[in-house]
């Protein structure tokens, strides 16, 4: 199988997640190629073709230019895969290129199944195996979801050339209004759906207010009103690398574990002892978050 892979740069760096695209190749054990509108300065070290667009020239993201810099990769590769990361990059370069091949795609992929593609359904509580019966696949990886790989070998560098000119321009984009910063928290305790209530909140905040910490929240919480969007952990809320983090009745879906991946000791509590946070977790507690919560605040009071 070939995969051609498209890295990213992101403010003027090679974005780190374009690592878990090569250990999404080697669990394949896939031939490799990439293409990245980039830097020859700051280039990814693999063993393959390296097709490579000059930054400064193509811009970050330009849809018209950079969908011809990778058909310019493809047509000099022939992959049976073209493989993005699932970001705002891939969410908009993906379809364009797939709809142009007119072959599949598969998006936020998070695993691999006998030779089919698993990704998520039901809002993240199932997970299905995503067959592509077209040639050639485009794909799209959530980030967290396989290993950042990292190599030594040097790649053979082709450089890309084609016009800059398109019909439509990336003029730039717009950050979130400024809320809760907590890339910089040393300890987060995060609320879940398990919290129960939005009054079972106040738990969740008392334990970090007896930590010296930030509140977090998954995405469910989030989404049920408990907590503001600002405080969400996760692929699309912030991404988080606290000395501790506790996550409460938090189940684990991929998207949140890319977004708190960084972090040092992870405490989860949790009725359910095969959740997947309990894959990332130095302590698991099974318990209920209305039981255990109190009494974890007040031991800590006492000392």
């Not at 091949?101 to 030779?115: F, K, N, P, Y």
């Not at 919480?221 to 969400?232: C, F, H, K, N, P």
């Not at 991404?239 to 409460?248: D, F, G, K, N, R």
């Amino acid at each position: 199988m070939k995969l051609l892979l498209v890295g990213e740069y992101r403010d003027g760096r090679l974005a780190a997640e374009t690592a878990e695209l090569f250990g999404f190749a080697a669990r394949l054990d896939a031939e490799v190629s990439m293409v990245l509108v980039g830097s020859a300065d700051d280039l990814p070290a693999f063993d393959g073709r390296f097709y490579l667009a000059d930054l400064e020239t193509y811009g970050e993201y330009q849809p018209d230019v950079h969908k011809r810099l990778v058909f310019e990769a493809i047509e000099g590769e022939q992959p049976d895969v073209v493989v993005f990361l699932h970001s705002s990059y891939g969410w908009d370069l993906a379809p364009r290129i797939a709809a142009a091949m007119q072959t599949a795609q598969v998006s936020g992929v998070v695993g691999i199944d006998d030779g089919g593609y698993v990704v998520e359904s039901c809002n993240g509580k199932m997970l299905r195996t995503v067959h592509p019966e077209t040639p050639v696949a485009v794909l799209t990886l959530q980030p967290g979801a396989f290993e950042a790989l990292k190599m030594d070998a040097q790649p053979e560098v082709i450089k890309l050339d084609t016009s800059s000119e398109s019909a439509i321009k990336f003029v730039g984009c717009r950050q979130p209004e400024a809320g809760v910063d907590l890339t910089r928290a040393e300890v987060i305790v995060s609320a879940g759906r398990g919290v129960g209530s939005a009054d079972q909140v106040a738990l969740v905040e008392a334990l970090a207010s007896a930590l010296g910490g930030e509140v977090g929240a998954s995405r469910q919480a989030v989404d049920a009103g408990w907590l503001d969007r600002s405080r969400q952990i996760g692929t699309s809320g912030q991404s988080v690398s606290p000395a501790l983090y506790v996550a409460c009745g938090i189940s684990g879906a991929i998207q949140h574990l890319a977004g708190m991946k960084g972090s040092g000791i992870v405490l989860a509590v949790n009725t359910d002892r095969d959740a997947p946070i309990a894959s990332v977790a130095d302590v698991l507690v099974v318990a209920d978050v209305a039981e255990f919560l109190p009494a974890l605040v007040e031991a800590l009071e006492k000392r």
